[in-house]
Nanobody, 122 residues
Framework: VQLQASGGGLVQAGGSLILSCAASGRTFRSYNMGWFRQAPGKEREFVSGISGGGYTYYADSVKGRFTISRDNAKNTVYLQMNSLKPEDTAVYYC?????????????????WGQGTLVTVSS
């Protein structure tokens, strides 16, 4: 299984970015997909997820600003990030869950992309 994340970059506070994660090597539509992030000196934290059935869920810190979606025909999951804040600065990772059930638990994701850096300037 391979996950290729892209779309990171430098953006001013209040701006938007869209991250993409292309997956291969597994029946994409059957699995929960998630986005996590890790800021310098901090632990990796859950950001958003979408179950195999399309149920979406978010960390409180991004609720109302970020939107996750998936295109099963393209084996791709997206994270639309609006109203970005400096505290959103981090390396963002996409991950594939062990099943189709939604979860925020890092250990329940068994494959990870390489990460893409998002930097939000104030």
């Amino acid at each position: 299984v391979q996950l290729q994340a892209s779309g990171g970059g430098l953006v001013q506070a209040g701006g938007s970015l869209i991250l993409s994660c292309a997956a291969s090597g597994r029946t994409f539509r059957s699995y929960n997909m998630g986005w996590f992030r890790q800021a310098p000196g901090k632990e990796r934290e859950f950001v958003s997820g979408i179950s195999g059935g399309g149920y979406t869920y978010y960390a409180d810190s991004v609720k109302g600003r970020f939107t996750i979606s998936r295109d099963n025909a393209k084996n791709t999951v997206y994270l639309q990030m609006n109203s970005l804040k400096p505290e959103d600065t981090a390396v963002y990772y996409c991950a594939s869950g062990r099943s189709g059930t939604w979860t925020v638990t890092l250990e329940e994701y068994d494959y990870w992309g390489q990460g893409t850096l998002v930097t939000v300037s104030s």
